[in-house]
């Protein structure tokens, strides 16, 4: 079942801009996970945040977890017309191995 | 990392029949997962496929319509039965190597169903 709110549902913004995505989530988690979905097809897993963990950095992806909050945010910087997707966050529980999806925000980069 | 062939990619089926989706793994994996995206949302889990015995189903999911086989630790199959037009979804087959890893998933099956 989702966990995770994510906002906004929607990003328009300029080749170049960057975009940043939110998500709030439940219960405590063992990780927070950051995925790619072009299209309608299969997601690909950009980054992974351990709950111990406060940042991470990957390429162009920065990746932020406050678990006091309960919400981590993605940065994508110098955004280009191929970031143009759907990005969602999904949560690992404490103990499960199943992964919660967020509902998710469509992102699109104008050239 | 794993790579995963799903097939059918798309299919249009008629209403009262059923299809059954193919998902195979590169690599033996542990952890092998059906999902179902309905138009315009998110990813909820139908089912963890268990090699070797019954899937384990989320609420709301039950065997008789979807029932799925895993007969081996690369292959699993979701067939969607006795179908009706609200089944018009993507399904998305995902596996995990541990439990606290990232998910990788197929190209997902896009139904339709007139």
């Known amino acids: 079942s989702q966990q995770g709110e994510e906002d906004p549902q929607a990003l328009s913004i300029q080749e170049g801009e960057n975009a940043t995505m939110n998500c709030s989530y439940k219960?405590?988690?063992?990780?927070l996970q950051w995925y790619r979905q072009n299209s309608g097809r299969g997601l690909v897993h950009l980054i992974l945040?351990?709950?111990?963990?406060r940042e991470k950095h990957s390429g162009r992806l920065r990746v932020t977890l406050d678990t006091s909050k309960k919400s981590s945010s993605l940065l994508i910087t110098a955004s280009r017309a191929a970031d143009t997707a759907s990005y969602f966050c999904?949560?690992?529980?404490?103990?499960?191995?199943?992964?919660?999806f967020g509902a998710g925000t469509t992102v699109t980069v104008r050239a | 990392s794993a790579v995963i062939s799903q097939k059918p990619s798309r299919d249009i089926c008629q209403r009262g029949t059923s299809l059954t989706i193919q998902c195979q793994v590169d690599?033996?994996?542990?952890?092998m997962f059906w999902y179902r995206q309905q138009p315009g949302q998110s990813l909820t889990l139908i089912a963890t496929?268990?090699?070797?015995?019954?899937?384990?189903?989320e609420s709301g999911f039950v065997i008789d319509k979807f029932p799925i086989s895993r007969p081996n630790l690369t292959f699993s199959t979701l067939t969607v039965s006795n179908m009706s037009p609200e089944d018009s979804s993507i399904y998305l087959c995902?596996?995990?190597?541990?439990?606290?890893?990232?998910?990788?998933f197929g190209q997902g099956t896009r139904l339709t169903v007139v």
């Open positions: 999904a949560t690992a529980s404490i103990g499960d191995y199943k992964l919660s």
């Open positions: 945040i351990r709950s111990n963990e």
């Open positions: 995902s596996v995990k190597g541990q439990m606290n890893t990232e998910a990788f």
């Open positions: 690599s033996q994996v542990t952890m």
């Open positions: 219960t405590s988690i063992n990780n």
């Open positions: 496929a268990n090699q070797g015995s019954e899937a384990t189903y």
